[in-house]
């Protein structure tokens, strides 16, 4: 009888060591896997110092974290994580290795895999079992119109890129998750390409819509600065983020950090308020797991209404300045 492998999740971090918006998502998605083949939950955090991360990650139902830090491991630094991935795959040998479908893990999971020999499934957005007991993973193609369901019978360890913003969180425990160390074996001839520095750009104060529990997204409607100001307005007052549509993005009205859709991030908010937004399926797909959605648009045929649980048919620039009024009013009584 095969002894049962543990799921692994690589949980991505930022440069200063936090763990970004995806992480504790993609630890649910092995959470749920892990519940599916009975077997333990291990996640693997690859940094210079991973103290912050790992205590994010310690209040979370999880068996081991497994931690390798070293200097050279900064986000942005692909080959040297890469090879890290694959000696700690080689090791642990899990059943799954789950990465986040972000810029950053959409390149490190198919590196990874080629360097082992393995498949790769990308994008899925769900995992069951088949009547047979396999796993069954579901992904989405053609932007969203087709969901295909995919099985592997490849007996060392899967690859598996999850779509951010899908599953939940993992339970919160009292107890801690054992802790393990891995010594990295780095130097500069693993370096082919090297992170010189990293220049942010200004937040202007605002969430990144990863991290938001409500967003607050303008699109063509919007129709410049002039309406991305009133819906900044109203994600100040509520506390969230701004987000935006492929088109707002390519005019240049927002930063493409806010672009939510099939190429930007997936999201799912407590709270989703689309503000001239027509709704095409590429944004959809992004936002579709939203808790509550809150649609304004001029057009009441617009297709954004069909995934909206209210609907508001008028001109943003009429009715945002009201909302975020009436907002301001219910918060200070």
């Not at 996640?43 to 979370?60: C, F, T």
């Not at 994600?235 to 099939?262: E, F, M, N, T, Y």
Request: charged share 25%; with cysteine.
């Amino acid at each position: 009888m095969n002894e049962k492998k543990n799921v692994m999740v690589f949980a991505e971090t930022m440069e200063d060591g936090r763990l970004s918006g995806s992480a504790l998502g993609i630890a649910g998605a092995g959470a749920r896997l892990a519940a599916l083949t009975g077997c333990g939950l291990d996640v693997l955090v690859l940094g210079r110092d991973n103290g912050e991360a790992i205590r994010g990650l310690s209040a979370y139902k999880i068996d081991r974290i497994i931690s390798v830090e070293d200097p050279f491991l900064t986000p942005g630094n692909i080959d040297v994580y890469v090879k890290e991935l694959s000696k700690i795959s080689e090791k642990f040998s899990p059943s799954a290795l789950l990465f986040p479908m972000t810029l950053y893990g959409r390149e490190l999971a198919p590196r990874t895999a080629a360097l082992m020999g393995a498949p790769v499934i990308s994008d899925c957005v769900a995992c069951d079992t088949t009547p047979e007991g396999k796993i069954k993973w579901t992904r989405l193609s053609f932007g969203g119109y087709i969901s295909a369901g995919v099985e592997s019978d490849y007996e060392g360890t899967r690859f598996v890129s999850i779509r951010p913003g899908i599953f939940e969180k993992p339970e919160k425990t009292d107890g801690e998750p054992e802790l393990i160390r891995e010594e990295a074996d780095l130097d500069k001839a693993d370096l082919k390409s090297v992170l010189m520095r990293t220049i942010k750009k200004a937040a202007q104060g605002m969430l990144a819509v990863e991290d938001a529990d409500v967003i607050v997204a303008g699109g063509r409607g919007a129709g410049g600065s002039a309406g991305f100001k009133l819906i900044r307005e109203l994600a100040d007052v509520l506390g969230g983020a701004v987000g935006a549509s492929r088109v707002a993005v390519d005019k240049g009205w927002i930063d493409h950090s806010a672009l939510i859709g099939q190429s930007g991030k997936t999201v799912a908010p407590a709270l989703y308020i689309t503000c001239g937004i027509a709704g095409s399926i590429q944004h959809i797909t992004g936002m579709r797991n939203s808790g509550c959605v809150v649609s304004i648009n001029t057009d009441p045929r617009a297709l954004i209404f069909d995934v909206s649980d209210y609907g508001i048919v008028g001109d943003l620039f009429q009715v945002l300045p009201v909302l975020t009024e009436e907002i301001r009013h219910i918060k200070a009584s």
